[in-house]
Structure formats: structure tokens, C-alpha cells
């Protein structure tokens, strides 16, 4: 693949749909799913007199639930996801530094 054609892909992945699910509607409750997404790319080209042309790029996207947006009764809410595993470690870390805080203290 060309680097053009590469660049022209990228751009029509990074779109909204990457960011916003379809709604989802049940019972007159209507649920806009959003992520948060993070992403990059790059490339390049190069020619010496040994060799033809070299094309090389890469991109990554990375997307993880941030919430939902919930429309009930001509009311919009944001309802954020909570990701479990990392308020888990947060709360583990929190409470290890703290112990050592404290032990320290202890010592003294």
C-alpha cells in the first residue's frame, strides 16, 4: 500500500462512529455509547542511489469506554463507565503508600 492510499485509510477510520456507538433505544430511554480514543501514525519515504524508493508508516488506535450519554424525557445525562480494574489498582497503590507513610511514622 502506498503511503497516500495508507493516509486516506487513516483518515477515514478516525471518524466519529470510532468515538460514538450507535444509539440504542428501549423503552423511550435512548443510550449514546462514547470511548475515549487515543491514536497516532507516521511515515516516510526515502530513495538512495543503491536503492529504489522505500515507503514505510503505521498507525495504532487505542479506545476504552468513557461513559454514555442517557436521553429520558427530553433530558440528556452523562453517565461515565468506571473501569474496575483501574479503580482497583488506584485503591491498592493509595493503600500502600499510605501504610508506608504511616509505618514510617511509627518508626520515629
Do not use: C, N
Not at 430511554?29 to 507516521?42: C, D, H, K, R, S
Not at 469506554?65 to 424525557?73: C, I, K, Q, S, Y
Not at 461515565?80 to 511509627?106: C, K, N, W, Y
Amino acid at each position: 500500500m502506498k503511503l497516500g492510499q495508507l493516509a486516506s485509510t487513516a483518515r477515514d477510520l478516525f471518524t466519529a462512529k470510532l468515538v460514538y456507538g450507535d444509539p440504542v433505544e428501549r423503552d423511550g430511554t435512548i443510550v449514546i455509547p462514547a470511548a475515549a480514543v487515543f491514536g497516532g501514525g507516521g511515515g516516510g519515504a526515502g530513495d538512495t542511489d543503491a536503492l529504489p524508493v522505500r515507503e514505510g508508516a503505521g498507525f495504532g488506535v487505542v479506545a476504552r469506554p468513557a461513559g454514555a450519554f442517557v436521553v429520558r424525557d427530553g433530558a440528556v445525562t452523562w453517565v461515565p463507565a468506571v473501569d474496575r480494574t483501574r479503580l482497583g489498582l488506584a485503591t491498592a497503590v493509595t493503600v500502600v503508600v499510605l501504610a508506608r507513610i504511616l509505618s514510617r511514622r511509627a518508626k520515629s
